[in-house]
């Protein structure tokens, strides 16, 4: 794994976290946009609905929400729920994920029995936009996932498929403006449509959906420097053309860079 802290902030972000207690009949709706969620059962059953599909999640379980994905939760019958979640985003999430058995196809965890575990999910510091707010943050935040690598190990037998090599390729090339989709095939040595298939089934994403999600969750980081000028910070993450950076930019998190940067400002003041 490369490094997971850039040179001006993280490259993970806690974006918000809450907790549910005592739930009852009630059913809620968890979606996400570019970010991930991981939800951890304090106590009760949970039920989930993936489309037709319906899963029980149990005390000490936990699921995992992909970027743009939905699902329903309810408490079962008689029973009582409390749960506690975080919503979190950016390169390092990613790769800290794919140390995980969590993966699109296998969203719930084995028990996480640490004492007092649902304490960790609770992050006031990613209310704090200051650079060293963020880097609390997200220190913070990779303690928590920090067990699941521990508790909840991806498959070594996984450790040199396809999709790994590609997203480890991506990691390391995803700053340089002419890196592609053609570029990860190549490297990879499969079919460019055999990898689409592979990454979409993986991450739920297309390779290029994904270099350009790590591209600006890095542009993101980047633009809490407020002197940094946006056409640097576009070069910086792989866009030579500052026009296409700011649409890609707007799309992935509803702003421009410009608008971005004084929210930012605005927060502070």
């Given at each position: 794994?490369?490094?997971?802290?850039?040179?001006?902030?993280?490259?993970?972000?806690?974006?918000?976290?809450?907790?549910?207690?005592?739930?009852?009949?009630?059913?809620?709706?968890?979606?996400?946009?570019?970010?991930?969620?991981?939800?951890?059962?304090?106590?009760?059953?949970?039920?989930?609905?993936?489309?037709?599909?319906?899963?029980?999640?149990?005390?000490?379980?936990?699921?995992?929400?992909?970027?743009?994905?939905?699902?329903?939760?309810?408490?079962?019958?008689?029973?009582?729920?409390?749960?506690?979640?975080?919503?979190?985003?950016?390169?390092?999430?990613?790769?800290?994920?794919?140390?995980?058995?969590?993966?699109?196809?296998?969203?719930?965890?084995?028990?996480?029995?640490?004492?007092?575990?649902?304490?960790?999910?609770?992050?006031?510091?990613?209310?704090?936009?200051?650079?060293?707010?963020?880097?609390?943050?997200?220190?913070?935040?990779?303690?928590?996932?920090?067990?699941?690598?521990?508790?909840?190990?991806?498959?070594?037998?996984?450790?040199?498929?396809?999709?790994?090599?590609?997203?480890?390729?991506?990691?390391?090339?995803?700053?340089?403006p002419n890196f592609s989709v053609k570029?990860?095939?190549?490297?990879?040595?499969?079919?460019?449509?055999?990898?689409?298939?592979?990454?979409?089934?993986?991450?739920?994403?297309?390779?290029?959906?994904?270099?350009?999600?790590?591209?600006?969750?890095?542009?993101?980081?980047?633009?809490?420097?407020?002197?940094?000028?946006?056409?640097?910070?576009?070069?910086?993450?792989?866009?030579?053309?500052?026009?296409?950076?700011?649409?890609?930019f707007k799309k992935h998190t509803g702003?421009?860079?410009?608008?971005?940067?004084?929210?930012?400002?605005?927060?502070?003041?």
């Amino acid at each position: 794994m490369s490094t997971i802290f850039g040179k001006t902030s993280p490259q993970i972000i806690c974006h918000s976290f809450g907790i549910r207690k005592n739930c009852s009949d009630s059913t809620t709706s968890l979606v996400t946009g570019n970010t991930y969620k991981i939800v951890f059962v304090i106590s009760g059953k949970c039920r989930l609905e993936i489309g037709d599909k319906i899963m029980l999640i149990n005390t000490h379980e936990s699921f995992c929400l992909y970027p743009y994905s939905k699902l329903e939760v309810s408490a079962t019958e008689d029973d009582r729920l409390s749960y506690c979640w975080i919503e979190f985003s950016g390169m390092g999430a990613d790769y800290i994920l794919g140390e995980t058995a969590f993966r699109k196809d296998n969203i719930c965890s084995c028990p996480i029995e640490v004492p007092e575990f649902e304490k960790l999910f609770n992050i006031p510091e990613s209310g704090d936009k200051t650079t060293g707010g963020q880097y609390r943050a997200a220190g913070k935040l990779m303690i928590l996932l920090s067990y699941y690598v521990d508790l909840f190990p991806k498959d070594e037998s996984r450790n040199n498929d396809y999709v790994d090599i590609a997203l480890n390729y991506i990691e390391e090339n995803y700053a340089n403006p002419n890196f592609s989709v053609k570029n990860v095939a190549e490297y990879v040595k499969i079919d460019r449509t055999y990898l689409y298939r592979l990454f979409k089934d993986e991450t739920g994403l297309s390779v290029i959906d994904y270099i350009n999600r790590h591209r600006i969750s890095q542009a993101e980081s980047m633009l809490s420097d407020q002197s940094l000028a946006i056409k640097d910070v576009a070069y910086s993450v792989g866009f030579s053309d500052q026009m296409y950076f700011s649409k890609v930019f707007k799309k992935h998190t509803g702003k421009t860079p410009t608008e971005f940067k004084r929210s930012l400002v605005n927060d502070k003041s």
